[in-house]
């Protein structure tokens, strides 16, 4: 079984029985930006606080 769908079957199994299908949606996006940013923190795909105040004052 692949990670993606392992981690999928336990965020889905660890929901209460009530959720709904927004419930689910929602927790499987979180789950796959968390995952893709911590991959580009990896990477070093970041900027620094520094480099992100330059940026926004710049404009």
Same mark, same amino acid.
């Given at each position: 079984?692949? +990670?993606?769908k392992e981690a999928a079957i336990k965020i889905i199994t660890n929901l209460p029985d009530q959720a709904?299908?927004?419930?689910?949606?929602?927790?499987?996006?979180? +789950?796959k930006k968390i995952e893709f940013s911590l991959k580009a923190a990896e990477d070093g795909k970041v900027y620094s606080h520094e480099e992100v105040k330059k940026r926004i004052l710049n404009k």
């Open positions: 079984m692949s +990670k993606a709904t299908w927004d419930d689910i949606m929602y927790q499987l996006y979180v +789950k």
